[in-house]
């Protein structure tokens, strides 16, 4: 069975044996088909996915080309063509941003406990930033900020199940890291504050409050935002 991967490096196994899939413009046409599991990707997507501003003279020929290519690579019964373009023929588990999905849509149902779990889970899907080895412009720029969100929001929520269940003193160290990462995104810096102040660490929670404050303000100039506000209102009152 093939199994295929692009949260991180494109790869492709089967039976657990990688297939090497060397070239970059076929790699961009697998993962433009990956990033819609069994749904039809029009023909004229995929050619402005795989060629970007370089068109081919003859681009429904030359696509063709790549996915005779690609079928020799993977066997006839994956790439279907459809009305309008063509598919990939995937279960479930074949794909690891579908069994992300799976699992982040069931961790927002389930409890603490099973939600860092499945988040947890979700997470340890990803080898890197999202379809590193495919050079198209069209889908850096608009698939792998979505697929990075996904990430983050994962990431998120992951944090709030731990801080519900008291794991507020572990969770400070990472969220460090990721306020430093992401110094705009203010969810982390609330939790950052909220881990910090339950851990009894007051001033470090304020530090925390004045660092977001004076980043948000020169790079976005803007105030911090209501949960930030909130919280430290929390922390003064718990002084």
């Known amino acids: 069975m093939f199994e295929f991967g692009i949260l991180g490096p494109v790869e492709v ?17 697998l993962a433009a088909l990956l ?8 023909t004229t997507t995929l050619i402005e996915q795989v060629w970007g501003d370089q068109l081919p003279q003859r681009g429904v020929a030359a ?46 149902a389930a409890g603490p406990g099973t939600r860092s779990r499945l988040l947890t889970a979700a997470l340890d899907l990803w080898r890197g930033p999202a379809l590193v080895g495919v050079p198209s412009p069209v889908l850096q720029r608009a698939e792998v900020p979505r697929l990075e969100e996904l990430r983050l929001t994962a990431v998120e929520m992951r944090i709030d199940a731990d801080l519900e269940l008291g794991r507020h003193a572990d969770l400070v160290p990472e969220l460090w890291s990721l306020t ?23 001033a470090e929670a304020l530090a925390a409050y004045r660092s977001a404050a004076e980043v948000l303000s020169e790079e976005l100039g803007l105030d911090p935002g209501p949960e930030l506000r909130e919280q430290f209102a929390a922390i003064l009152q718990a002084s």
């Open 63 to 108: 696509l063709q080309n790549y996915v005779m290519r690609l079928r020799q690579a993977l066997g006839e019964s994956l790439i279907r063509t459809t009305p309008g373009g063509y598919s990939i023929a995937l279960s479930a588990t074949q794909l690891d941003l579908t069994r992300f999905t799976q699992l982040t849509t069931e961790a927002a």
């Open 13 to 29: 196994r089967a039976d657990g044996v990688p297939v090497p899939i060397s070239a970059a413009k076929l790699r961009t046409l």
């Open 180 to 202: 430093a990462q992401h110094p705009l995104r203010e969810r982390f810096w609330h939790q950052l504050m909220l881990a910090l102040r339950r851990s009894g660490r007051r």
């Open 35 to 42: 990033l819609r599991p069994n749904r039809t990707v029009p």
